[in-house]
């Protein structure tokens, strides 16, 4: 997930596919621009190890809340299938938190 996220978020700035996609579902540039920010800022925070788990908790939160978001606009707008490619990332998402709490127990 985390790979996931810190991969795709260059693309927010570069790749026509993802630009003609925001388009496509009705979001203006800079929602993707501030999208793609911040999915970097959540990658760092969860892969540095520095970071509060405090910080931890509200980047786990961003990321399902985008996810959540993704899929429920590509539901809205797209009726298809394809809507269902956020809920992977979500569900790695929720893997990783549950493994991030049993590493804190064990500290």
Sequence with gaps: MLLSGASTAPMYF???????????????????????????????????????????????????????????THVVVDRNAGAIFPILPLTFLVVSYIYFHKNLATE
């Design 14 to 72: 570069t790749n026509p596919m993802f630009i003609e996609t925001f388009h496509h579902l009705g979001f203006p540039d800079y929602f993707r621009i501030e999208l793609g920010i911040f999915k970097i800022i959540g990658a760092n925070v969860l892969l540095l190890p520095m970071i509060q788990a405090r910080f931890k908790e509200w980047a786990y939160v961003g990321f399902a809340i985008a996810f959540i978001s993704a899929f429920i």
